[in-house]
């Protein structure tokens, strides 16, 4: 189980950056040149109508009646061949759903001297601002995100909590709690599919570490000139997304192509995180993603993120390891590891990389 101790956990800190939001109010038709992209990172979609679209997974269909082997089947071949689906008939209310909303979408309305109360400080990266600004000079997301730590609840920063608008905390506490339950239940299911022993599983998740990254991306004057959130892959286990309005802007790197992803109608995009991808020993994959921007409409969304016990070491699970199937992946305190993650600038999959052992003499690359 996971630590019981009192105090908040501090995984690091992002350089303090002006708002977005405030500046995309003003009547620019240039974006300041910190938001210009270098030209090989302009949004490239595919030609032709042709897109693949990502899985979509039933979860009542995988839990329940006769089809709970093929759709079983269907989470094991999105894991390892997409790293993303959709999930459908979840179980998370519709009604706390739309509460959820219409309580981010207010909150990201509130004005700017209530926001500053609820901006990053400058010695850790919880709160309004941007993630993974490590100098002054990098280049910048045309986005405002507002972070926090949800569960276990003694790693709350419980004077961020107390500032947040009363109905708004009080739905996000549901809503993270309902969230758990839905990604403890997939990482069951991948357990199942990838023949993992169950009581790893639980070992390594029971208490995971849970985070929210609220995101708000305003229109943008030059849209081909910027990026909404950098090419990445996530830290975590597992990324569950709610996209909060019809705006499109989701990007999966496939075969070196950009797919954009459609998000269903109350339906969650979740996504294999390194964790998945470390636990998993190679076997499901972390999959770049990025944002784009457009100049007429905001996207609003929601990524909740569910991690490893803070206390437990992460490592390829020794169920999927043997002589015939070497570990892919050192081992490492999961809070080592995160401390590490913040402390980087975002970079593609360069951190899944940093964790691989270099087959011989087993160092990292």
């Known amino acids: 189980m996971g630590s019981t101790a009192p105090e908040a956990v501090n995984f690091g800190k992002s350089l303090i950056v002006p708002s977005v939001q405030e ?9 300041p040149p910190r938001y210009v992209r270098d030209p090989q990172d302009s949004p490239i979609v595919p030609d032709g109508t042709f897109l693949p679209s990502v899985p979509i997974i039933d979860l009542q ?10 759709e079983l089947e269907r989470l094991h071949s999105a894991s390892k061949e997409w790293g993303f689906f959709q999930v459908i008939n979840h179980g998370v209310s519709a009604a706390l759903l739309e509460e959820f909303k219409r309580e981010i979408v207010d909150f990201f309305s509130l004005p700017l001297e209530e926001k500053r ?3 990053q400080q400058p010695d ?3 709160g309004f601002g941007q993630l993974f600004v490590v100098s002054e000079e990098q280049k910048l997301d045309w986005s405002d995100m507002f972070y926090i730590t949800t569960l276990p609840t003694h790693l709350r920063k419980t004077q961020l909590f107390d500032l947040l608008p009363t109905k708004l905390r009080e739905t996000l506490e549901a809503y993270s709690i309902e969230v758990k339950i839905l990604a403890m239940t997939i990482l069951n299911q991948m357990a199942k599919a990838l023949k993992m022993d169950e009581e790893e ?3 390594v998740f029971s208490d995971g570490v849970q985070s929210m990254r609220m995101n708000y991306y305003p229109p943008c004057p030059e849209p081909d000139m910027a990026i909404g959130f950098t090419p990445h892959s996530d830290a975590v286990a597992l990324t569950i997304l709610y996209q909060l309005n019809e705006t499109e802007g989701l990007q999966i790197r496939k075969e070196g192509k950009w797919i954009p992803i459609k998000p269903l109608p109350n339906a969650f995009v979740v996504n294999i995180g390194d964790i998945m991808e470390i636990v998993s020993n190679g076997m499901y994959r972390s999959i770049e993603h990025r944002a784009t921007v457009n100049s007429m409409k905001e996207r609003l969304s929601i990524a909740t993120f569910y991690s490893s016990n803070l206390d437990s070491v992460l490592g390829p699970a020794a169920s999927l390891t043997g002589p015939h199937n070497p570990a892919v992946f050192q081992k490492v305190s999961t809070d080592k590891y995160f401390k590490e993650f913040f402390a980087r ?9 940093f ?8 160092n990292t690359s």
């Not at 500046?23 to 974006?31: D, F, G, W």
């Not at 964790?355 to 087993?362: H, N």
């Open 23 to 31: 500046l995309a109010k003003e009547p620019i038709t240039k974006i």
């Open 61 to 70: 269909r995988m839990l329940l009646g006769d089809y709970m082997d093929s």
């Open 117 to 119: 109360k609820l901006w």
């Open 124 to 126: 850790n990266h919880e």
């Open 201 to 203: 599983i639980r070992e």
């Open 345 to 353: 600038k975002l970079n593609g999959k360069s951190y899944l990389d």
């Open 355 to 362: 964790m691989k052992i270099e087959i011989g003499d087993g």
